[in-house]
């Protein structure tokens, strides 16, 4: 009874879970190649940004690294919507990164200039997967970021029970016990090889 529960969980777990896991793999190419993809883009002579205006600008920077409420007043006072990330880049430049699947905006703050420059990215389509493979956190305020969020879990725990099940069927198969612990004992040496290695 418990293996065919198990069997039915993992077939309609896999099938739920098809585009996340797909998203996962294929948005590993460009993290893993990224050279090559910018090479790609120099070829084309494209910019990677271009500046859409320059405004001056004076408010003051918060000690520290909690930058979010300045981030979101920056966005405020130019009109910009979006999940958005906070940097400091050196003592005198903060930069805020405003990003959906389609477009991004980087938003200097030069402090020594007292001025905002407003730049856009180039579509790039391994921009877009990698930025969906990396996006998640409980960080932004909107409903369809925090549900991201909640989706990136639920893929998380469908891992967890793949391995769990497959741990429990593999071991009910008395005849191929020898073959999984082969590669049980297989994975986690070339794992723990690499991470020693790193």
């Known amino acids: 009874m418990i293996s065919h529960f198990l069997r039915r969980a993992r077939l309609f777990t896999g099938l739920f879970l098809t585009p996340w896991i797909l998203l996962c793999a294929i948005s590993s190419i460009p993290f893993s190649h990224g050279r ?16 859409r205006a320059a405004i001056p600008y004076d408010v003051p920077v918060p000690e520290g690294n909690e930058l979010c409420p300045l981030g979101a007043r920056i966005l405020a006072d130019t009109g910009l919507q979006g ?3 906070v940097y400091r880049l050196g003592p005198r430049q903060i930069n805020v990164y405003v990003y959906t699947v389609w477009h991004s905006t980087q938003v200097q703050y030069l402090l020594d200039e007292k001025k905002l420059v407003i730049r856009d ?9 990698t930025g969906l493979h990396a996006k998640g956190g409980f960080e932004q305020e909107s409903l ?5 969020s909640v989706a990136i879990d639920i893929t998380c725990l469908g891992l967890l029970l ?7 069927l593999w071991w009910k198969l008395r005849a191929l016990r020898g073959w999984g612990w082969l590669a ?8 723990g090889v690499l ?4």
Not at 195 to 198: M, P, Q, S, T, Y
């Open 36 to 51: 090559y993809f910018e090479e790609l883009d120099k070829a084309k002579g494209l910019p990677p940004w271009s500046d």
């Open 83 to 85: 999940a958005f990330g």
């Open 121 to 129: 990215t180039r579509f790039r389509w391994d921009h877009m997967l």
């Open 144 to 148: 369809v970021d925090r549900s991201w």
């Open 162 to 168: 793949w391995i769990a099940s497959g741990f429990y």
């Open 184 to 191: 049980v004992l297989g994975g986690l040496t070339s794992f």
């Open 195 to 198: 991470v020693a290695l790193l």
